[in-house]
């Protein structure tokens, strides 16, 4: 078919009820993202305080999962003093972002503690990697997400010094 042809066909612009769906869509989509710039960080706060908050208060009472790697990755400190310490740091994390008022000592401490888990990649390289430095174990897997988890953290104060600033 020649481009100067015209198709009896119409376009989606000729039927209303398409035009209706499509400016509806729109109009959704509009208020979705809206509503997602006005909440979205509360809800990522709220998610990274039940994230530290769980991890956490399992270290004191010796039932968390991370038990051989932060012994194996912290070989400089008593791994008996320092992981229940470790988990109530955590919580405290966790409760510190439920406040707007502890959020940036909440961020700081968390920023603090999360730069300490990267340390097995470094200390424990033959735990975290099964060929050092492109192929994570699971174990190293698990340490390098806390990546997004520090961004979030950053996310979070930039919203709330935003908020401050207003």
Do not use: C
Not at 138 to 153: D, R
């Amino acid at each position: 078919m020649s481009a100067d042809v015209k198709s009896d066909r119409p376009t989606d612009a000729e039927i209303p009820f398409v035009v209706s769906i499509q400016d509806r869509l729109r109009r959704t989509d509009r208020a979705l993202e809206s509503w997602l710039a006005a909440h979205g960080v509360t809800f990522l706060r709220y998610a990274l305080a039940m994230v530290f908050f769980w991890f956490g208060i399992v270290k004191p009472f010796g039932v968390s999962p991370a038990n051989p790697v932060v012994e194996t990755g912290i070989f400089f400190l008593p791994f008996d003093i320092f992981f229940p310490v470790l988990g109530w740091w955590e919580a405290a994390v966790g409760v510190g972002l439920l406040f707007k008022r502890t959020i940036r000592f909440a961020v700081y401490l968390m920023v603090f503690q999360m730069l300490g888990t990267m340390i097995p990649l470094f200390s424990a390289p033959s735990m975290t990697f099964s060929q050092f430095p492109f192929v994570p174990t699971a174990i190293g897997a698990y340490i390098i997400k806390n990546w997004v988890l520090l961004s979030s953290g950053l996310v979070v104060l930039a919203k709330v010094d935003l908020e401050d600033d207003q």
